[in-house]
Each structure stands twice: as C-alpha cells, then as structure tokens.
Nanobody
C-alpha cells in the first residue's frame, strides 16, 4: 500500500519562500512519476508541477514557472517543492500525488496525500 504525507506548509508573508516535502511509503517509488497539485477554497484542484521517475523530466504550471522547483530523492523516497517569491495567489492546500507516468491531469495519479496548507499574506 502506498502512503503519501506532505509537510512544510505554513503562514508566510508575500515574497517569502517555503519548501514542501512529500514522504512516500510503499513500493516502487523510484518507478513512479510524482506531482504537486493545489486547491484554493471554492476552486478546483489545479496542477502545479510534475517530475518523472528519474527526475529527468519536469514541468510546471505557467503560474509558478520560474518561482517553484520540483525535485526528488529516490534514495530517501522523498519529493520536494521549493516555492520562492510567494504571493497571496499561492494560498491553497498543496497535495502530493504519485502515478505511473507524468501528467497534468489529477485523474492520472493513483495515490494522494492528505495535503498541507500554505497561506501567504500580503
């Protein structure tokens, strides 16, 4: 059974940085694509970034490109999302997801964490 646990969220001021972590428990982490999604109140879950099984392929939503960086450590079963120059529009619950291949649709991911809240004040 695969379990994902996100951490690192919190309340920060605009312009600050946060690093989210996702701990993967279970088999086959090094063969899975990983993604980060976010959901703000009253809005649908939206794609943020994905990374391929070996880290060789990454992709970002336009809204975070140049500010966020996704990375992974297959030796530690960890995925990270470094978030810089945060704005109030980045306020959301951030979710880590695992799937068989990289994708921007949440439907393509099989396993999800419970989410971590990020609040950015102006």
């Amino acid at each position: 059974q695969v379990q994902l646990v996100e951490s690192g969220g919190g309340l920060v001021q605009a312009g600050a940085s946060l690093r989210l972590s996702c701990t993967y428990s279970g088999r086959a982490f090094s063969r899975r694509a990983m993604g980060w999604f976010r959901q703000a109140p009253g809005q649908e879950r939206e794609f943020v970034a994905y990374i391929s099984w070996n880290g060789g392929d990454t992709y970002y939503a336009d809204s975070v490109k140049g500010r966020f960086t996704i990375s992974r450590d297959n030796a530690k079963n960890m995925v990270y999302l470094q978030m810089n120059t945060l704005t109030p529009e980045d306020t959301a619950v951030y979710y880590c997801a695992a799937g068989g291949s990289v994708a921007i649709s949440p439907d393509e991911y099989e396993f999800w964490g419970q989410g971590t809240q990020v609040n950015v004040s102006s």
